[in-house]
T-cell receptor, first 114, second 111 residues
């Protein structure tokens, strides 16, 4: 059975702290890994990772994939209260066509206090 | 402008009733997905479709049904066989090699 596991499940920090969120996976036919931020309703896209060891950055957020050890991390530096959200990791599995199944982890609830 | 639209935003259902949640996209995406989210939890896959007139069960398909008669539309029916349907439902679509785009969700409550 395909599994995507995120840790920690919840995290409380103060503004200015740096956080590292983890996503590990045990799946057949891995294609890519996606990170999303969910504040209220619709998750918003952060990163797509397909190759090991190549860091993706966007402002204070960065992410990297390790396909040998089957995990990814999402780093947020100098956290702000606006970073408070649920962070979701998803794995795209190669299917019979070009699209495949998209399986999510449980999410990490991040709370940033002023 | 392009996007993915779910309706209604809020839905109330009496026990024993079937209800249908709408999901429409104008992004010209082939793949569409339905997820269920319970409070404090991640997204669990109900059904997905990679092409018109074809769909596959996800991890929690029991009590749900879907159709994909048009590329733009992927409605989800929550049947009376679904024992605990109260949840937040999210629809997503994806193009080749792209991330998934989400609708704003439908919150279903059984009364």
């Amino acid at each position: 059975e395909d599994k995507v596991v995120q840790s920690p499940l919840s995290l409380v920090v103060h503004e200015g702290d740096t956080v590292t969120l983890n996503c590990s996976y045990e799946v057949t036919n891995f294609r890519s890994l996606l990170w999303y931020k969910q504040e209220k309703k619709a998750p918003t896209f952060l990163f797509m990772l397909t190759s090991s060891g190549i860091e993706k950055k966007s402002g204070r957020l960065s992410s990297i994939l390790d396909k040998k050890e089957l995990f990814s991390i999402l780093n947020i530096t100098a956290t702000q209260t606006g970073d408070s959200a649920v962070y979701l990791c998803a794995v795209v599995l190669a299917g019979g066509t070009s699209y495949g199944k998209l399986t999510f982890g449980q999410g990490t609830i991040l709370t940033v206090h002023p | 402008d392009g996007g993915i639209t779910q309706s209604p935003k809020y839905l109330f259902r009496k026990e024993g009733q079937n209800v249908t949640l709408s999901c429409e996209q104008n992004l010209n995406h082939d793949a569409m997905y339905w997820y269920r989210q319970d409070p404090g939890q991640g997204l669990r896959l109900i059904y997905y479709s990679q092409i018109v007139n074809d769909f596959q069960k996800g991890d929690i398909a029991e009590g749900y049904s879907v159709s994909r008669e048009k590329k733009e539309s992927f409605p989800l029916t929550v049947t009376s066989a679904q024992k605990n349907p109260t949840a937040f439902y999210l629809c997503a679509s994806r193009g080749l090699g792209t991330e998934a785009f989400f609708g704003q969700g439908t919150r279903l409550t059984v009364v």
